[in-house]
T-cell receptor, first 113, second 112 residues
Framework: IAGITQAPTSQILAAGRRMTLRCTQD?????MYWYRQDLGLGLRLIHY???????GKGEVPDGYSVSRANTDDFPLPLASAVPSQTSVYFC????????????FGPGTRLTVL | RKEVEQDPGPFNVPEGATVAFNCTYS??????FFWYRQDCRKEPKLLMS???SGNEDGRFTAQLNRASQYISLLIRDSKLSDSATYLC?????????????FGQGTELSVKP
């Protein structure tokens, strides 16, 4: 692969079920991010990781918990999905937390019923 | 005041037109700014970075006014392929966590 990938592309999930949104990059970028994009609200940062082993809270972290075991992967687990987590989720990476260019994955469209 | 605010869209323009989008930001300490482009149901992609007073890349010009805290994006000779949503992006202030704040975006539709 070249770049950043996400899986699944889309998912319909019953409330209360668990799932993990996957994100993998092969660019050896140190920093990775999870955003959600909702109509009228734009992209909002959920969590970020400046380097493997560290994470930080973004603008909307409630209901999400992340960890980053290695450089390439930054999964977003949903322990017990709720309807308010219905959104389009984008993962991104950058080679430095000081630069502005972030490379985005194609997104995961999640519907929680 | 929101950290970043953009012109409300959509902008509907004919091919060949010149169109400009404005964006205001609240963090006066910001040093770098960005315009991203997002096509329908696709991921955002970096269009331009703005580190000083402005930047030009072909038909696209980004300008920065630090005194008034706004950034603009000018597109000359619009093409059908310019139709997309344009996101103004600024660094997050410390207490917001994270790194970048994205505006809600301005939708551009270029018509034949």
């Amino acid at each position: 692969i070249a770049g950043i990938t996400q899986a699944p592309t889309s998912q319909i999930l019953a409330a209360g079920r668990r799932m993990t949104l996957r994100c993998t990059q092969d660019m050896r970028h140190n920093a990775m991010y999870w955003y959600r994009q909702d109509l009228g609200l734009g992209l909002r940062l959920i969590h970020y990781s400046n380097t493997a082993g560290t994470t930080g809270k973004g603008e909307v972290p409630d209901g999400y918990s992340v960890s980053r075991a290695n450089t390439d992967d930054f999964p977003l687990p949903l322990a017990s999905a709720v309807p308010s987590q219905t959104s389009v989720y984008f993962c991104a990476s950058s080679d430095s937390d000081e630069t502005g260019e972030q490379f985005f994955g194609p997104g995961t469209r999640l519907t929680v019923l | 005041r929101k950290e970043v605010e953009q012109d409300p869209g959509p902008f509907n323009v004919p091919e060949g037109a010149t169109v400009a989008f404005n964006c205001t930001y609240s963090n006066s300490a910001s040093q770098s700014f960005f315009w991203y482009r997002q096509d329908c149901r696709k991921e955002p992609k970096l269009l331009m970075s703005v580190y000083s007073s402005g930047n030009e890349d072909g038909r696209f010009t980004a300008q920065l006014n630090r005194a008034s805290q706004y950034i603009s994006l000018l597109i000359r000779d619009s093409k059908l392929s310019d139709s997309a949503t344009y996101l103004c992006v600024v660094p997050a202030s410390y207490n917001q966590g994270g790194k970048l704040i994205f505006g809600q975006g301005t939708e551009l539709s270029v018509k034949p």
